[in-house]
């Protein structure tokens, strides 16, 4: 095949591609956004106070992993993160499942997830200090705050999704409402509701930063206001690429056990 039929094959809607090639591509793409960084930085003429250079950047990483300070910022945000995510999921996906399934648990809990998930996490965090106070408390409660009801709402579609021949058919049979959801429903639902824990996952990560900014005196987020105090932006893009590349890493996780356990469904 010539250069212009793997080219047209590369662009064919939907066609897979050799993973290794994808991977390949991926490394290529963030590694050129690092020279673009690298080059606009030390040639472009823009004060460092705007947009610092990756040695800079690096420098700053490496010192602080080897005094051991930014580990301590990384292990209590993803202690904040992970608890929050998964009081989230265990709140949201029943709730999302049992609101999905039944019209009458819905006619409860739509109005007051629809009105709870379009406020603004922010205008509920002096709220939310009030009655829990500056400790941890606030901070996972903050997360929880802002994953659960889109979470809720978005599982709930996924329940209303399934075709109703499937959930038809198990009662032909003879199969019994929980035999319906436990059988049918949630292996129907699995393999997006690890989809939505994915994409909530990332927003969990936005509001704890979020917290650490208002309400905290360690974490990521406390690091990146603090540096923000003395226009030490160096320490803010050390703090943002710590953020994406644990994002990344939380995402691949999640990818991972997907294609494990949801092969049959994997487009991940």
């Known amino acids: 095949m010539n250069n212009r039929g793997l080219l047209r094959n590369l662009f064919r809607i939907r066609r897979d591609i050799n993973p290794r090639l994808f991977n390949s591509i991926m490394?290529?793409?963030?590694?050129?956004?690092i020279l673009l960084w690298y080059v606009g930085s030390n040639f472009s003429g823009i004060n460092p106070i705007f947009l610092p250079t990756p040695q800079a950047t690096f420098s700053y990483l490496f010192t602080a992993i080897l005094d051991g300070s930014i580990l301590q910022d990384i292990t209590i945000s993803c202690y904040r993160v992970l608890m929050g995510f998964l009081i989230a999921v265990v709140i949201g996906v029943p709730l999302g499942l049992l609101s999905g399934t039944y019209k009458i648990i819905n006619a409860v809990t739509k109005p007051l997830i629809e009105f709870f998930r379009y406020l603004p996490v922010s205008a509920l965090i002096p709220l939310i200090m009030v009655w829990t106070g500056v400790g941890?408390?606030?901070?996972?409660?903050?997360?929880?705050?802002?994953?659960?009801?889109?979470?809720?709402?978005?599982?709930?579609?996924?329940?209303?999704?399934?075709?109703?021949?499937?959930?038809?058919?198990?009662?032909?049979?003879?199969?019994?409402?929980?035999q319906v959801i436990r059988n049918v429903i949630?292996?129907?639902?699995?393999?997006?509701?690890?989809?939505?824990?994915r994409m909530v996952m990332g927003w969990a990560w936005t509001y704890l930063i979020m917290a650490e900014m208002l309400a905290s005196s360690s974490g990521l987020g406390y690091n990146i206001m603090i540096a923000e105090r003395f226009m030490k932006t160096y320490i803010i893009f050390?703090?943002?690429?710590v953020i994406g590349i644990l994002g990344l890493l939380f995402d691949r996780i999640f990818a991972f056990i997907n294609k494990r356990l949801f092969h049959w469904a994997e487009d991940v």
Not at 27 to 33: E, G, S
Not at 163 to 177: E, F, K, V, W
Not at 188 to 197: C, K
């Open 27 to 33: 490394i290529i793409t963030f590694l050129l956004l």
């Open 136 to 178: 941890e408390t606030a901070k996972i409660t903050i997360i929880v705050v802002g994953a659960v009801f889109s979470m809720t709402a978005m599982i709930a579609d996924i329940v209303k999704g399934i075709q109703i021949d499937l959930i038809n058919t198990a009662y032909t049979l003879g199969a019994s409402q929980a």
């Open 186 to 197: 949630i292996p129907a639902i699995m393999p997006n509701v690890m989809d939505t824990m």
């Open 238 to 241: 050390g703090g943002i690429f």
